[in-house]
C-alpha cells in the first residue's frame, strides 16, 4: 500500500500536498466545489434539543463480501466484518449558547458527527488506508483541544489507550456529563480546563501552572471546527505550539468558511515557532467519502513540529 507521508500512526494518501503558501493553499480550498456550496451557518446539529442521540451506522468494506467468500471455501470459521451502529447520548446546554458570548461549544457541532463518522468507519473496516493506521491506534494518547460537549471523547476513547479532552472551565461539567452518559466508571478519558486565551497571556514559565503538556506526550492533537473567529486565532495557534511534541500529530480539520479567516489561520501555522512546523494538507480523491470527498465542505490538515525540511 502506497503513501503520500507515513509518519507514526499517520497515514497521509497520495495526493496530499506539503504545505508552503497560505496563499496557494487559499486557493486552492476556495475552488474546490465544497466550498461554494451553500452555507450550512455556523455549524451546529440542533441548538434547540437539551440531549440528543446521534446513531453511527458502520459498514463493512466493499471488499469485504467478496473476500470473506473466498475465504469461507477454505475455512469454515472466516468472520466478516457485519455491519454495526454506535449510538451515543449526549447533553448539550443550549441556554449558555445564547447567555455566555462566545461560548459555542455547548452545543454539538456538524463537523464533529462527520468527523467522527468518517473515523469510526474507518476504523471499523479495518481499511489498510486509514488516516489514522488501525494497528497502532489503539496504543495511541489523543488530546484534543476545544473538545466542546466532548462527541469526539466518546466516540474515539474506546480506540485508543488515553483521551485527554480540553476546554474552558464552564464547558467541564458538560463533558464529564456526556462521559458518564456513555461509560462506566473506570473509564481512559481525563477532562482538563485548558483555556487558549489565558495560556496565551501568560508567560512560557508559568504556562505549566495552567496547564502541564502531558506526558509522554500525546501522539494525536486534535482540533476539530474550533477555526472561525479571527480573535480566538493567536491564542489557539499558542496552545497548538504549546501542547505539541516533535513526535506529535496535529490534526486540524475544519468547514470551510470565512476566506479570510482560514488565510489568517494558516499564515500563522506556518510561521508558529520560526517556522519549524511541517503542514500537509490531507489529500482526496474520486473515491473518498465523508470528510475527504471532493465535494466535502471540510479541509483536513496533519501537521508536526520541529520539521522544517521540505521533503
Known amino acids: 500500500m502506497s503513501f503520500e507521508v507515513q509518519r507514526g ?23 474546490k466545489s465544497g466550498a461554494s456550496s451553500e452555507h450550512r451557518g455556523l455549524g451546529y446539529l440542533d441548538s434547540r ?5 446521534l446513531s453511527f451506522e458502520l459498514k463493512p468494506p466493499s471488499w469485504a463480501t467478496s473476500a470473506v467468500t473466498k475465504s469461507k471455501r477454505k475455512s469454515a470459521t472466516a468472520r466478516p466484518i457485519q455491519e454495526k451502529t454506535v449510538e451515543i447520548q449526549l447533553a448539550q446546554d443550549k441556554t449558555a449558547l445564547r447567555s455566555r458570548t462566545g461560548d459555542t461549544g455547548s452545543v454539538v457541532w456538524k463537523a464533529s458527527i462527520d468527523f467522527a463518522q468518517f473515523v469510526l468507519q474507518q476504523q471499523h473496516a479495518r481499511s489498510p488506508t486509514a488516516i489514522l493506521d488501525p494497528t497502532k491506534l489503539r496504543d495511541a494518547r489523543i488530546l484534543e483541544l476545544g473538545s466542546g460537549t466532548g462527541l469526539l471523547s466518546v466516540a474515539f476513547s474506546p480506540l485508543v489507550l488515553h483521551y485527554t479532552a480540553t476546554d474552558i472551565q464552564e464547558l467541564l461539567p458538560l463533558i464529564r456529563k456526556n462521559v458518564s452518559l456513555n461509560f462506566a466508571p473506570g473509564h481512559n478519558v481525563l477532562v482538563e480546563e485548558l483555556n487558549w486565551q489565558t495560556l496565551h497571556s501568560t508567560s512560557p514559565s508559568r504556562r505549566p501552572q495552567l496547564f502541564s503538556p502531558p506526558s509522554p506526550p500525546a501522539d494525536i492533537v486534535l482540533i476539530v471546527d474550533c477555526i472561525y473567529h479571527p480573535a480566538l486565532l493567536p491564542s489557539l495557534l499558542a496552545a497548538m505550539d504549546y501542547v505539541a511534541a516533535p513526535s506529535t500529530a496535529v490534526v486540524v480539520v475544519m ?10 489561520f494558516m499564515e500563522g501555522w506556518l510561521v508558529l515557532g520560526n517556522g519549524e512546523w511541517e503542514v500537509w494538507r490531507v489529500g482526496s480523491d474520486d473515491s473518498a467519502e465523508g470528510v475527504l470527498a471532493k465535494d466535502s465542505p471540510y479541509v483536513m490538515w496533519v501537521g508536526w513540529k520541529g520539521r522544517t525540511d521540505p521533503n
Open 255 to 264: 468547514e470551510l468558511r470565512a476566506e479570510d479567516v482560514t488565510r489568517e
Open 9 to 31: 500512526l499517520v497515514q497521509l494518501p497520495l495526493g496530499s500536498e506539503r504545505v508552503l503558501d497560505a496563499d496557494e493553499e487559499i486557493f486552492i480550498l476556495y475552488s
Open 49 to 53: 434539543s437539551d440531549t440528543l442521540t
